[in-house]
T-cell receptor
């Protein structure tokens, strides 16, 4: 079992729709969870971090964490073509100071 | 403030050779992490350094090593290169002062594209 699992996609949504990206992780003691966005040919950039159960909103982005289900999700409201990228779910790894990434979900937003 | 810089940006080596990659973190950042990114395996953690000390490492063979200098600049070395080492090597810097939990924001450099022939 991979430590962080994501559906590789691609996920295709029309412009203006809500894109829903999901992620599960295996280590129950993980405390920190992240969503990174990576455009083709570019480096990853952090878009959301979440540490407590529940929802965290930042503009059009909402991260959701359920530690009991070991599940993290990212919702993108009013999706724009500029949101087309690969979204990487990441979790703090055992021992701390270590980030474990999922394989990423490719998102396409159609104009 | 200047971002994370990595040198060289591109590198071509042959099997059996060794290579050294360099990473200069954002000014004031004391933590540097290294990652390998390949199409098949995705982004994989190699190791993290803070104040010249390795605090954690990933599941890579001993051919992969790193170090950090007193100015926080970091290098990683791969000895006896194999074809499978062809990848994008990314470093990321952060302040590294968030305590035991990994709550710092990591900022990635542009990467070094290594090709092993």
């Amino acid at each position: 079992q991979k430590e962080v699992e994501q559906n590789s996609g691609p996920l295709s949504v029309p412009e203006g729709a809500i894109a829903s990206l999901n992620c599960t992780y295996s280590d129950r003691v993980s405390q920190s969870f992240f969503w990174y966005r990576q455009y083709s040919g570019k480096s990853p950039e952090l878009i959301m971090s979440i540490y407590s159960n529940g929802d965290k909103e930042d503009g059009r982005f909402t991260a959701q964490l359920n530690k009991a289900s070991q599940y993290v999700s990212l919702l993108i409201r009013d999706s724009q073509p500029s949101d087309s990228a690969t979204y990487l779910c990441a979790v703090e790894g055992p021992g701390g100071f270590k980030t474990i990434f999922g394989a990423g979900t490719r998102l396409f937003v159609k104009a | 403030k200047a971002g994370v810089t990595q040198t060289p940006r591109y590198l071509i080596k042959t099997r059996g050779q060794q290579v050294t990659l360099s990473c200069s973190p954002i000014s004031g950042h004391r933590s540097v992490s290294w990652y390998q990114q390949t199409p098949g395996q995705g982004l994989q953690f190699l190791f993290e350094y803070f104040s010249e000390t390795q605090r954690n490492k990933g599941n890579f063979p001993g051919r992969f090593s790193g170090r950090q200098f007193s100015n926080s600049r970091s290098e990683m070395n791969v000895s006896t290169l194999e074809l499978g080492d062809s990848a994008l090597y990314l470093c990321a810097s952060s302040t590294g002062t968030s305590g035991s939990s990994w709550t710092d924001t990591q900022y990635f450099g542009p990467g070094t594209r290594l090709t092993v022939l």
